[in-house]
């Protein structure tokens, strides 16, 4: 969904509980992902269009960051539990919470949780900029660093995608 409010698009998919449709991505402002059914969808994305944003469909395998990602999770959460964890040396800043994190315990508990919980990028984002003073993204594209450039006020960002470029 491009060009809506976050509050807004909350308001208009929560008639669609029964579905789900649910907010799975705040990428940047103006630029959320929603998640459900595909008739929920389809439902959400009539009266959103009537608000006059614009919505791009995403071709995705499934309802990622949404309730009916619960057997998933669940799943995890089990093939988790043979996995050694240790605390974390740094601050791990979770998408699902957007607080930083170091304890075993939460950073484990937290990888489950996730499968079904909002990708909550913009306070993520706003989170690491408390902590750091240069955002490097590393991997093909600059996907991560025009939306830190939406959220940041004069971020100070390196992309790294080639060997040139490291």
């Known amino acids: 969904v491009m060009g809506m409010q976050q509050s807004r698009l909350e308001d208009i998919v929560a008639p669609f509980k029964d579905y789900p449709v649910v907010l799975a991505n705040i990428n940047c402002p103006g630029q959320i992902?929603?998640?459900g059914t595909k008739d929920g969808v389809l439902e959400a994305t009539v009266k959103i269009k009537e608000d006059g944003a614009?919505?791009?469909?995403?071709?995705?395998?499934?309802a990622f960051h949404s309730p009916l990602m619960k057997k998933g999770s669940e799943h995890l959460k089990r093939a988790l539990e043979s996995i050694p964890f240790s605390s974390a040396s740094v601050p791990i800043i979770?998408?699902?919470?957007?607080?930083?994190?170091?304890?075993?315990?939460?950073?484990?508990?937290?990888?489950?949780?996730?499968?079904i919980s909002p990708v909550?990028?913009?306070?993520?984002i706003q989170e690491l900029e408390k902590k750091v003073d240069t955002i490097i993204e590393v991997g093909p594209g600059k996907v991560l660093t025009g939306l830190v450039k939406k959220i940041l006020n004069e971020p100070n960002?390196?992309?790294?995608?080639?060997?040139?470029?490291l």
């Open 33 to 35: 992902v929603i998640s």
């Open 54 to 62: 614009k919505v791009i469909p995403l071709n995705v395998s499934g």
């Open 94 to 115: 979770l998408n699902r919470t957007a607080k930083s994190e170091l304890d075993i315990a939460q950073l484990k508990n937290n990888l489950p949780l996730q499968v």
């Open 120 to 124: 909550r990028w913009v306070e993520s």
């Open 157 to 165: 960002l390196i992309t790294i995608n080639d060997v040139e470029s």
